[in-house]
């Protein structure tokens, strides 16, 4: 399975911007969204989970990202809304085949598949 990350680009603070995140080659039931800025580690961002639909978010980005899936395109997005300049970074979306658990949501081992990144820059 191939993820393909698009959507990233450059926006004032304050600005929504929506990620997609397509998958081919097979078919995924839960996605995550991860980040990573200059200089600092890989971090979760959103999940959801096959089934029911369950979302996870982040306490940085909570109230303002929304993820979401269409499983009929095999995609999954985030809505991130109301963007600040700690929101820069390359985002990176991740799949699974099947579920997971609550407590694994936001661990990368969680996820089987990962796509290449798109760079959000916030300017302030």
């Known amino acids: 399975v191939q993820l393909q990350a698009s959507g990233g680009g450059l926006v004032q603070a304050g600005d929504s911007l929506r990620l997609s995140c397509a998958a081919s080659?097979?078919?995924?039931?839960?996605y995550g969204w991860f980040r990573q800025a200059p200089g600092k580690e890989r971090e979760f961002v959103a999940a959801?989970?096959?089934?029911?639909?369950?979302?996870y978010y982040a306490d940085s980005v909570k109230g303002r990202f929304t993820i979401s899936r269409d499983a009929a395109k095999n995609t999954a997005y985030l809505q991130m809304n109301s963007l600040s300049a700690e929101d820069t970074a390359v985002y990176f979306c991740?799949?699974?085949?099947?579920?997971?658990?609550?407590?694994?949501?936001?661990?990368?081992?969680?996820?089987?598949?990962w796509g290449q990144g798109t760079l959000v820059t916030v300017s302030s």
């Open positions: 991740a799949g699974k085949s099947g579920s997971f658990i609550a407590s694994s949501a936001r661990y990368s081992t969680t996820y089987d598949y």
């Open positions: 959801i989970r096959r089934g029911d639909g369950a979302r």
């Open positions: 080659g097979g078919t995924l039931g839960s």
